[in-house]
């Protein structure tokens, strides 16, 4: 059982490349979340999946877009990478709402530099 | 908009010292998750607590829910340099009747000298 995964671990990317990063899990989760987290800054929601065929906006959507590929994968895209962007992502699951009690999972997360 | 805030954002013990973290939304919550995330490492759920004035312990670790489901507390008695890292409570964001968001909390980073 490897929880959640996420590839890569690290990224340069130039201002304007764009990339995706790919996370998994093999938990049968619905649900499926990206964060950034910035120093000081704790974990922001950046979208969110609620279950199978649905995403939806977090606190700081703008710049990223999303696919829930199946149940399983849940893949963050930046179109035109910008410095603000430097940031350390994390994918994580769940297996139903937070309103529910269900707790998250976290992926091993993704180190991404904008120069 | 719906805020949640930990007090201190760092603290520094000496290994055996206890520690306090605070945690204070700004809305009722119908329940508070803990986090602990290792340096370099990614959150670890640590419990959930759900009712009103209740108490948890794991080990060393106590955690409380405030009566009002407004704030929570995690205590760890006699630190260990195994304690390192940066602790998150995190509550249910509702929107619409209905919710599968959490919000963090800014998080407190405790160091462990031996």
């Known amino acids: 059982n490897a929880g959640v995964t996420q590839t890569p671990k690290f990224q340069v990317l130039k201002t304007g490349q764009s990339m995706t990063l790919q996370c998994a899990q093999d938990m049968n989760h619905n649900s499926m979340y990206w964060y950034r987290q910035d120093p000081g800054m704790g974990l922001r929601l950046i979208y969110y999946s609620a279950s199978e065929g649905t995403t939806d906006k977090g606190e700081v959507p703008n710049g990223y877009n999303v696919s829930r590929l199946n149940k399983r994968e849940f893949s963050l895209r930046l179109e035109s990478a910008a410095p603000s962007q430097t940031s350390v992502y994390f994918c994580?699951?769940?297996?139903?709402?937070?309103?529910?009690?269900?707790?998250?999972?976290f992926g091993p997360g993704t180190r991404l530099t904008v120069t | 908009g719906q805020q949640v805030m930990q007090i201190p954002q760092y603290q520094h013990v000496q290994e055996g010292e206890d520690f306090t973290t605070y945690c204070n939304s700004s809305t009722t919550l119908s329940n508070i998750q803990w986090y602990k995330q290792r340096p370099g490492g990614h959150p670890v759920f640590l419990i959930q607590l759900v009712k009103s004035g209740e108490v948890k312990k794991q080990k060393r670790l106590t955690f409380q829910f405030g009566e009002a489901k407004k704030n929570s507390s995690l205590h760890i008695t006699a630190t260990q340099t195994t304690d390192v890292g940066t602790y998150f409570c995190a509550g249910p964001v509702w929107y619409g009747g209905a919710t599968n968001k959490l919000i963090f909390g800014t998080g407190t980073l405790l160091a462990v000298q031996p």
């Open positions: 994580a699951s769940s297996g139903g709402g937070a309103g529910q009690g269900y707790e998250q999972y």
